[in-house]
C-alpha cells in the first residue's frame, strides 16, 4: 500500500535550519508530484511547496519563498524541504503528501 514517512523535524533555534524527509513506498515515487503541507497549533493545514515528478519544476506558498527548497531523488522514492532561517511561526507539524495519501507528520519547533 502506499505508504510516505516524513522525518527530520526536531527543536531549532530562530535564524536556524532543519531538512526534512520524505520516504515514499508503495508506488513508482517517480511518477507522482510531491507536495508538502503543515499545520501550526491550533490552525488548519497549510500548503508549503511541491515538486514535479521529475523536477525541476516546483511551487511555493509566499512565506517559503526564499527559505524553503523543495527538492527530490526519485533513485531513492524520497523528497525533501530544506528550510533556512526558520521563524518562530514556522513551528508546526509537517506533511508529506500525493494526493489522498499523507504521511504521519514530523513535528518542527522553533524556539529559542
Known amino acids: 500500500q502506499v505508504q510516505l514517512v516524513e522525518s527530520g523535524g526536531g527543536l531549532v533555534q530562530p535564524g536556524g535550519s532543519l531538512t526534512l524527509s520524505c520516504v515514499g513506498s508503495g508506488f513508482t515515487f517517480g511518477n507522482y508530484a510531491i507536495d508538502w503541507f503543515r499545520q501550526p497549533p491550533g490552525k488548519e493545514r497549510e500548503y508549503v511547496a511541491s515538486?514535479?515528478?521529475?523536477?525541476?519544476?516546483?511551487h511555493y506558498a509566499d512565506f517559503a519563498k526564499g527559505r524553503f527548497t523543495i527538492s527530490r531523488d526519485n533513485a531513492k522514492n524520497t523528497a525533501y524541504l530544506q528550510m533556512n532561517n526558520l521563524k518562530p511561526e514556522d513551528t508546526a507539524m509537517y506533511y508529506c503528501?500525493?494526493?489522498?495519501?499523507w504521511g504521519q507528520g514530523t513535528q518542527v519547533t522553533v524556539s529559542s
Open positions: 503528501n500525493r494526493g489522498s495519501f
Open positions: 515538486i514535479a515528478s521529475t523536477g525541476p519544476h516546483t
